[in-house]
């Protein structure tokens, strides 16, 4: 088959989308050799190097290249057209409008509808962009992925799409996270970062629908009798200042390290720092599969997240659930994995067994089923 992707996200994006799709095209070209694919993107960066043999198709005409956005969401399908496409992927929710009058079969990842959920933790602008464009991938695309049982069935709720052309095809997370450091190594990381032997972490944007505020509550909760600080590996602005309010006020702003404000964090030492960790601590309201659940997984470190939404498929029996509206609750949990041993193990033994659901080549070959059955 030649298959083609909006790899726009892949060259572009750092986390998320971008994580999803340089995982899923890697992990397609190692395990399908015997399948073209092309990488259907407004422009390149270092950022992801394709593997050997995947060609990247570009605007070429001079109107094409002045305006991207045009390109990717209508005229890439003459490009597609014209390089003979059979399959064409929607990696992150939209399809080229249009497509579905060229006779090319498409699939599209649908990652979640918090937009729809949360519409008001959006500007309203980008909600109405959202909609249009998740609506038309949902009604057209021959075959709709959902990360997770709770993607497909919020894709059923808001947009009648029928059960029947949803298929859940969980995701996989960089290989890197499953290559155990020795100790010296995680050790020497935490030295260049400045960072304590004991920490918790937090990965994530540091927006509301995450929580953090909570987390915060909850160490205030433990203040004088649970000191092992929080590391913070994300980026926010009005609520990441909330929150930096609140540690002023109870005196806890040597216990938040904000490793985005230490210079030069590298993704290569992000492996070694959930490795070091005590625990990922990931109360969010609401996430389509959250992915920072199965980085902790093969990385052999504790998680503590949210009853509900999808977090019981991603944890499985590994993880430590709480009600992510109570700080009472999160400390408690915090406490346990910080003092309970023989709980530590079992988690970690649990969480490499389940994180095996998840591998780079169950992912692929999940979604080469759906290319196949198109």
């Known amino acids: 088959m030649n298959i083609g992707f909006d790899a726009k996200r892949a060259f572009q994006n750092r986390t998320g989308l971008g994580n999803y ?20 993107a407004p422009k390149t960066k270092p950022l992801f190097r394709p593997p050997a043999g995947m060609r990247a ?58 937009f729809e959920r949360y519409p008001r933790q959006y500007n309203p602008v980008d909600v109405l962009t959202y909609r249009k464009k998740a609506r038309y991938a949902c009604e057209h695309a021959s075959r709709v992925i959902a990360i997770s049982e709770q993607t497909k069935a919020d894709l059923v709720q808001f947009y009648s799409t029928p059960a029947n052309r949803i298929s859940v095809c969980y995701q996989a997370c960089d290989p890197a996270f499953e290559t155990l450091h020795p100790q010296e190594a995680i050790t020497a990381m935490l030295r260049q970062y400045g960072l304590p032997a004991r920490y918790f972490l937090y990965v994530g944007s540091v927006i509301e629908r995450k929580n953090l505020l909570r987390i915060a509550e909850a160490l205030h909760l433990l203040k004088d009798r649970l000191n092992i600080p929080l590391v913070v590996l994300g980026d926010g602005r009005q609520y990441k200042e909330k929150v930096k309010q609140f540690l002023r006020q109870k005196g806890l702003e040597q216990q938040v390290i904000w490793l985005n404000e230490v210079a030069g964090f590298a993704f290569k030492d992000l492996p070694a720092l959930y490795q070091g960790a005590t625990a990922l601590l990931y109360p969010s309201l609401f996430e389509g599969f959250g992915i920072p659940i199965l980085e902790a997984l093969w990385s052999r470190t504790p998680v503590i997240t949210s009853q509900g939404s999808c977090f019981l498929e991603t944890g499985g029996n590994a993880a430590l659930y709480v009600d992510p509206l109570n700080p009472a609750a ?19 033994e649990k969480g490499i067994a389940h994180a095996q659901n998840f591998t780079i080549h169950k992912c692929a070959a999940a979604v080469m089923n759906v290319y196949e059955n198109l």
């Open 21 to 40: 799709s340089r995982t899923l095209i890697r992990s397609l070209a190692e395990t399908y050799p015997q399948h073209q694919y092309l990488l259907f």
């Open 57 to 114: 198709v570009l605007p070429v005409k001079a109107h094409h290249r002045w305006l991207k956005s045009v390109w990717r969401s209508r005229w890439m399908v003459r490009d597609l057209q014209r390089q003979q496409v059979d399959v064409f992927h929607g990696l992150s929710a939209e399809l080229p409008f249009g497509i579905h009058r060229t006779g090319i079969k498409t699939a599209v990842t649908m990652h979640d509808l918090i």
């Open 330 to 348: 999160i400390a408690d949990a915090m406490e346990q994995v910080s003092e309970n041993g023989t709980l530590v193990e079992g988690m970690k």
